[in-house]
């Protein structure tokens, strides 16, 4: 038998009482790990674009497409922006978007198999690209 947390619930003069079960934290994963997010892959990624070298990389490290990092990029970018007062978020943004599916096309273009390059993982690349651009608007504060 699971333990049972008891909540008592005040509806409108009349009291209502509600058990919610209590899972243990073994039988369900940690939220960011059932996401997919990777905190070392994260850190790997973005190790290769500040330092970039032609030694070997990880092919599983350019394959796998998460957006997890290029999405704090972009805000750390937007925040930036914010703090300095410029407010340009539509243009900026926008040509991101425009820079993902123009890439997205000329690579699918120039690939010679069927499957191609999947727009995650152009939005990934790009948006880790993006990181010496926040660098500099942090250092422009």
Given at each position: ?141
């Amino acid at each position: 038998d699971r333990a049972r947390a008891d909540r008592h619930i005040n509806l409108g003069g009349r009291a209502a009482h509600v058990r919610y079960p209590r899972r243990s934290p073994p039988e369900e994963p940690p939220l960011l790990e059932e996401l997919g997010v990777d905190f070392a892959d994260i850190w790997s990624k973005t190790k290769i674009v500040l330092r970039p070298s032609l030694r070997e990389v990880d092919e599983r490290l350019v394959e796998e497409s998460d957006l997890a990092g290029p999405v704090v990029f972009v805000f750390l970018l937007g925040g930036a922006l914010v703090l300095r007062g410029k407010l340009h978020f539509g243009s900026i943004y926008g040509f991101g978007l425009t820079s993902c599916v123009a890439t997205y096309a000329l690579l699918n273009l120039m690939a010679e198999s069927e499957g191609g390059v999947t727009f995650a993982a152009v939005a990934s690349f790009l948006g880790y690209c993006l990181l010496p651009v926040v660098l500099l608007a942090v250092a422009a504060l």
